[in-house]
């Protein structure tokens, strides 16, 4: 038995030993397994959610993106939508919005980039406030916060 | 004076030393150069040279001398300083600034770092997803190579991570080695399960609000790398507790106590690492037929994980982080890195030998990046 | 609730240790088999629900008769907030502290059928920074649900910790969980010192 559990303890260790030696020359394979594994993708309360519509305007594009209620268990109440705008865009942004696809504004945005200021102009109860309003590397990108 | 122990050294003669060397000089070549070595790149070629030279010397050293700790703690600040450099360095070459904005969190910018996986425990299995505004594959310190890092390391050396591959250690253990002796003697090792106490409350409190708490609240780290720039009160509070607890908890108190604080109260990270510290073969040992519970071992463990108790029965605790400086302080070579399965007091030298080579080397090539980089900007100002 | 709910569950161990030493040999004692001993802890925890549903609807009327202006709301509860989480805090740290479990005068009752609900309507009432942390935020809900919830947060959170009491015996380092949940109430304790503060900010920007 002591023996055995000596054998046991030096296998284990040159097992780690091999482990380490592999590991660095492997790291983009294994990296790239582990990033396939299902719960390796970003939540969206970070990537602002999946693009539900775009409207090709003349200089640039408008992505409305699905709202986010993400919680723990279920969705939350509280959630957000995410504007966001790619491409040349102008200096005044002013859109209409129907994020819920019910062919009725919920809301009208005005962004000044040179002032960077955001007016939010609500047509819906369930909307309740801008959140985050900022310039992106690919144009500028607002999340608005709505209720359920 | 106490009776040294000598037929049992663990220093080896200079040609043996050579010897133990040499694989560690072939692979860290081949994996810090990668293969592939730029010719046309002066400071580059010398930037690696110079770390793969410094590194083989500093594991030689370990072998020559039979001492652990100072030359691992060279490595290991070194490592830390020169990561907040690149990490800087990169920031202000691409944003003009320390601080990231909203558009990097929107965007998903920001660079991973091991000490968020305690909170993505929780929401990746309920969420089936990453509570973090970083990149899953591709690009600097992504998700995915993080994480392979962390947990094949923290298999193979358990808390042995927290003094050979943690990033952020090299900073408050640097801190701790300013005096030769301690202003603060006694801290009553109560605190050293605060850690258990901040993983339960950050993970739990970042499964609830599906974010980083821990990060966006309280990682002292903030202060030398990146943090959220200060657009609100709310940001201009958690710029203060970052710059609050890494000036109390990883320069003063460590300077005072000669203690790892940082590590030891506070780090959830740390607490994780002890659990996995019952999974990796490598662990501390006590023979206690030679230790005579002179209790220097206890004085000088930064974590807390040695108590008299620990020594009176043998067994030291799970927050050993094997950083060796408890082996290279005993008098009698009564305290030695062993394997499990291995009783006290038997095969040291192969212990030790093989326990050196796993956690040098992944040390060595973990910081060897980032080093290389401080190096290469060095050198770049004069050639 | 969830803050609550992280209320309950850091300060319940310390109410398990506390009480489980008075609960657990109760429920072990004589003959009681498996079944007895989930009966018992059954009406336990419900009398717990009943009791905390009872201060919830009291907490949120007093805060609906007294708190009338939405300012005045956020000046007290800041306040009250930061005072019994300073008290939480202390409670964590202070090294003299000699938890009594108020239920033990309970297990002297004779009609056995009455001890688990007798104990449980006392260890709900043992007045303790956690409880008058849950009352205050009771007392600042807008509506008698929103207190309910608040409480049923905190009752969630808290009770976890008794449902493998019968194994109680079998947990080995009952020490090491007591000093983490020690631990863990303070730091609860600061995040309701921070909650106190945002809401007293709020009350002098508003007010």
Same mark, same amino acid.
């Given at each position: 038995m002591k023996k055995l559990k000596i054998a046991a303890g030096i296998l284990w260790a040159i097992l780690c030993l091999i482990l380490i030696i592999v590991l660095f020359p492997g790291l983009n394979t294994f990296s790239s397994n582990v990033s396939r594994?299902?719960?390796?993708k970003i939540n969206h309360n970070f990537t602002?959610?999946?693009?539900a519509e775009q409207k090709i305007m003349e200089n640039c594009t408008l992505v409305i993106r699905k709202p986010v209620f993400d919680g723990l268990i279920g969705e939350r109440r509280h959630g957000f939508v995410q504007l966001d705008w790619r491409g040349r865009i102008p200096e005044i942004l002013s859109d209409t919005i129907d994020?819920?696809?019910?062919?009725?504004?919920?809301f009208a945005i005005r962004i000044n980039r040179t002032e960077s200021s955001t007016v939010l102009h609500s047509m819906n109860p369930k909307v309740k406030g801008t959140g985050i309003s900022t310039p992106t590397s690919y144009g500028w990108s607002v999340r608005v916060k709505i209720i359920k | 004076m106490d009776e040294v122990? %000598?037929?049992?050294?663990?220093n080896k003669s200079f040609g043996k030393s050579l010897l133990y060397t040499l694989p560690m000089f072939l692979i860290t070549f081949a994996f810090i150069s990668g293969?592939?070595?730029?010719?046309?790149d002066h400071s580059g070629i010398l930037a690696i040279l110079l770390t793969f030279l410094g590194m083989n010397i500093l594991y030689f050293l370990m072998h020559y001398t039979g001492k652990t700790d100072k030359f691992r703690a060279i490595l290991f600040i070194i490592f830390a300083l020169s990561l907040s450099f690149t990490l800087i360095k990169n920031m202000v070459a691409i944003r003009h600034s320390m601080s990231f904005s909203q558009a990097d969190i929107v965007e998903c910018k920001i660079p991973f770092c091991h000490l968020v996986i305690p909170m993505m425990i929780l929401p990746a299995a309920f969420t *089936?997803? &990453? &509570?973090?505004?970083? %990149?899953?594959?591709?690009?600097?310190?992504n998700i995915s190579s993080m994480v392979v890092l962390w947990l094949v390391a923290t298999i193979v050396l358990g808390r042995g991570f927290c003094s050979w591959?943690?990033?952020?250690?090299g900073w408050d253990d640097g801190f701790s080695r300013?005096?030769?002796?301690?202003?603060?003697k006694k801290i009553s090792g109560?605190?050293?399960w605060m850690p258990f106490a901040v993983l339960l409350m950050v993970a739990l409190t970042a499964a609830i609000s599906l974010t980083p708490t821990y990060c966006s609240w &309280?990682?002292?780290?903030k202060a030398v790398t990146e943090f959220e720039q200060v657009t609100s009160v709310e940001s201009a509070a958690k710029a203060g507790m970052f710059i609050s607890l890494f000036g109390g908890l990883v320069v003063v108190l460590p300077m005072l106590t000669r203690k790892r604080t940082q590590c030891s109260f506070l780090c959830p990270l740390g607490a994780i690492n002890s659990l996995s510290n019952k999974i990796t073969p490598f662990i501390v040992k006590i023979d206690k037929k030679v230790?005579?519970?002179?209790l220097k071992c206890v004085d000088v463990?930064?974590?807390?994980?040695?108590t008299p108790e620990d020594v009176k029965s043998g067994n030291v605790s799970?927050?050993?982080?094997?950083?060796g400086k408890c082996v290279d302080a005993c008098p009698r070579k009564a305290i030695h890195y062993g394997l499990k399965g291995i009783p006290a007091g038997s095969m040291k030298n192969f212990s030790r030998n093989i326990f050196l080579f796993v956690s040098f080397l992944f040390i060595a090539v973990f910081s060897s990046g980032s080093i290389i980089t401080v190096l290469k900007s060095i050198f770049n100002l004069f050639i | 609730m969830l803050d609550t709910f992280i209320l309950g569950l850091s300060s319940g161990s310390t109410c398990l240790l506390t009480c489980g030493m008075v609960i657990f040999p109760y429920l072990m004692a004589?003959?009681?088999?498996t079944r007895k001993i989930i009966t018992d802890l059954s009406f336990f925890l419900l009398t717990r629900l009943v009791v905390y549903f009872l201060l919830a609807t009291l907490a949120w009327y007093f805060g609906k008769a007294i708190l009338t202006s939405a300012i005045f709301r956020n000046y007290v509860s800041g306040i009250l907030y930061i005072l019994f989480a300073v008290m939480l805090v202390w409670y964590s740290i202070s090294r003299n502290r000699k938890p009594d479990c108020p239920? *033990?005068?309970?297990? %002297?009752?004779?009609n056995k059928k009455l001890v688990p609900v007798l104990l449980g309507v006392v260890n709900s009432l043992g007045f303790c920074p956690a409880l008058f942390l849950i009352l205050t935020n009771s007392a600042t809900q807008g509506t008698l649900a929103r207190s309910y919830l608040a409480f049923l947060g905190f009752f969630a959170g808290s009770s976890l910790y008794f449902l493998p009491l019968p194994l109680a015996g079998r947990i080995r380092k009952k020490k090491v969980f007591e000093t983490v949940g020690i631990l863990a109430t303070g730091l609860a304790g600061i995040i309701f010192i921070i909650k106190g503060i945002t809401n007293l900010i709020g009350g002098i920007i508003n007010g």
């Open positions: 594994m299902p719960f390796m602002g959610g999946e693009a994020y819920d696809m019910d062919m009725k504004p919920d | 122990i %000598t037929n049992q050294s663990l293969g592939r070595i730029n010719f046309s *089936k997803s &990453i &509570i973090f505004p970083g %990149t899953i594959l591709g690009g600097f310190a591959g943690c990033f952020y250690g300013f005096r030769k002796k301690p202003v603060i109560y605190w050293k &309280i990682c002292p780290f230790c005579n519970e002179c463990c930064p974590l807390f994980a040695l799970v927050f050993c982080s094997k950083c | 004589g003959s009681a088999g239920a *033990k005068i309970v297990t %002297t009752v004779n």
